[in-house]
Structures are given as structure tokens and as C-alpha cells.
């Protein structure tokens, strides 16, 4: 299911649910008016059978948004980290700039192992994360720790390509090269 037809079928599902909530509302009122025992039990029945189908929208547009929540989002491949951040506020302002801005397409984050990089991105994925990402269709995070850090241990990006076009829909991954 793509970005937009997951985002269709939600909008669907909460217009289902609000024509439900007001059949429900309009059977209750006619139940009340009504002076006929059998009438009244009529839009009992009706009643409850709605409240098992608004029962039904509900669930399934919940677990629409929990799995559109979890195709969209990859962080697997980022170290946890301590959750308090201090002393990086203009950096976390960088970075929010940077994801303002339309012509910026790429952030790289370079220094010398353990100063916090990780830390930083980690706790503004957590602002991201807390605004439902800004939109954002998608989001992958990935680190290179400990790549070149010795003579075994060789940068390279071909997993990360591979991943990341693979992540991102490309339906060749595998063609062309690094």
C-alpha cells in the first residue's frame, strides 16, 4: 500500500466512522420519540449493530495508522543513546534548518568518534518524532560507527546504498553500482 493510499483509506475510515457516529445519534432520537415498544427494541438492534461496525472502523483505522506508522519509519540501524542532550542547541538548530529548507538535500554530521553525533541525531529524530515527522513520507536513519576505524574494518556505502534504495521503494535495487 503506497504513502497516499494508506493516507485515502484513513480519510475513508474517519468519514465512515463520523456517518456511523450520526446514524448512531439519529437511531437514539427516534428511539426516544418512538412510543412503540417495538419500534423502540427496532432501533435497538439497529443501534447496536452500528456500534459493532463503528467498533470495526476504529480498530482498523488504528492498525492502518500503527502500520503506516511502521513502513515509514527505519532507526534499527541507529545506537540507542543517554536521552539527555545538553549543549548542542545550535546544532539541533542547524539540523532543523536544514530540514526546513527545500534546496537542502543532505546533512553530514563529521567528527571524532564519541563526541556526540549519534546523540544529536538521535535526539532530534525524537523532536521529529514527537511532530509526526514533519511530513515526512519516510525516514531512515543509519550509522557508519566504527567503519575505517582500523585497517579490518573498511568504509564502505554498498550496504548502505543497498539499503537505503531498497528502503525508499526503488524497484531495482540491485542494478547499476554503488
Partial sequence: MTVESAHNRQDDL??????TWELI????????????????????????????????????????KKMHETEKISLAKLPSTNPELFGREEEL?????????????????????????????NTWLGKMR?????GAERVFGWTFFSQGASEAKQASADQFIASALKWFGDPEPDAGSA
Avoid at 474517519?14 to 456517518?19: F, R
Avoid at 427496532?42 to 463503528?54: G, H, N, Q, T
Fill in 93 to 121: 538548530a542547524i539540523l532543523d534548518a536544514a530540514w526546513a529548507n527545500p534546496r537542502t538535500n543532505i546533512v553530514s554530521l563529521v567528527a571524532w568518534g564519541g563526541v556526540g553525533k549519534t546523540a544529536l541525531v
Fill in 14 to 19: 474517519k468519514a465512515s466512522i463520523q456517518e
Fill in 25 to 64: 445519534r439519529e437511531y437514539e432520537d427516534k428511539r426516544r420519540l418512538s412510543s412503540e415498544p417495538k419500534e423502540q427494541r427496532r432501533y435497538e438492534l439497529e443501534i447496536a449493530d452500528l456500534r459493532k461496525l463503528l467498533e470495526g472502523y476504529e480498530e482498523e483505522l488504528a492498525e492502518s
Fill in 130 to 134: 514527537h511532530d509526526n515527522f514533519r
